[in-house]
T-cell receptor, first 115, second 117 residues
Framework: DSGVTQTPKHLITATGQRVTLRCSPR?????VYWYQQSLDQGLQFLIQ???????AKGNILERFSAQQFPDLHSELNLSSLELGDSALYFC??????????????FGQGTRLTVV | AQKITQTQPGMFVQEKEAVTLDCTYD???????LFWYKQPSSGEMIFLIY??????QNATEGRYSLNFQKARKSANLVISASQLGDSAMYFC??????????????FGKGTKLSVIP
């Protein structure tokens, strides 16, 4: 158990809908990362938050947004869903602003299926 | 830009044998970190081992060791005495500075390891 909790584990929704994925980082970790894993794209970095502030953006679509709350949990909002958004979404956390020797601890992921 | 290449989509190994999973990387940074993660069929990402770019000795964690060849920009994972539970996807990743105080993990496409009894 990595200590990172993601809910829900599975989500099935229709095209055009909006969903929210939730992540609770390890106790004390200030950095939260979101990744998307699809069969054709592999693991793609979406966005990073550090202590409530957006720190870096990766390949995140405009239809997607995220935030990190004062209690450090994070939510990833996906709207106007398309079939191609079906993927495994991971949250990871790191203790602080990470240096090179800090691994990211991953949650178990949320498997999103858009039908 | 950082890039990780894993050239072996799939590998087979006999139980109790050793196996090497290849990883090459490309970066212009002098300081970076290299990681290996395991993803079993259940889906979670499990951290295995880390190597810093300035570490002179190869990292080891139990049955896992990282064969780090800096000049070749390679960071191969060696699993000794393979077990059936080692069957999984293995991802090589690199953390480098991506600006604005942010260090990102860039992943390779992974290698699927199957351990044969």
């Amino acid at each position: 158990d990595s200590g990172v909790t993601q809910t829900p584990k599975h989500l099935i929704t229709a095209t055009g809908q909006r969903v929210t994925l939730r992540c609770s980082p390890r106790s004390g970790d200030l950095s939260v990362y979101w990744y998307q894993q699809s069969l054709d794209q592999g693991l793609q970095f979406l966005i990073q938050y550090y202590n409530g502030e957006e720190r870096a953006k990766g390949n995140i679509l405009e239809r997607f947004s995220a935030q990190q709350f004062p209690d450090l949990h994070s939510e990833l909002n996906l709207s106007s869903l398309e079939l191609g958004d079906s993927a495994l979404y991971f949250c990871a956390s790191s203790p602080h602003v990470p240096g090179m020797n800090t691994e990211a601890f991953f949650g178990q992921g949320t498997r999103l299926t858009v039908v | 830009a950082q890039k990780i290449t894993q050239t072996q989509p799939g590998m087979f190994v006999q139980e109790k044998e050793a196996v090497t999973l290849d990883c090459t990387y490309d970066t212009s940074d002098q300081s970076y970190g290299l990681f290996w993660y395991k993803q079993p069929s259940s889906g979670e990402m499990i951290f295995l081992i880390y190597q810093g770019s300035y570490d002179e000795q190869n990292a080891t964690e139990g049955r896992y060791s990282l064969n780090f060849q800096k000049a070749r920009k390679s960071a191969n994972l060696v699993i000794s005495a393979s077990q059936l539970g080692d069957s999984a996807m293995y991802f090589c990743a690199m953390r480098g500075y991506s600006g604005a105080g942010s260090y990102q993990l860039t992943f390779g496409k992974g290698t699927k390891l199957s351990v044969i009894p």
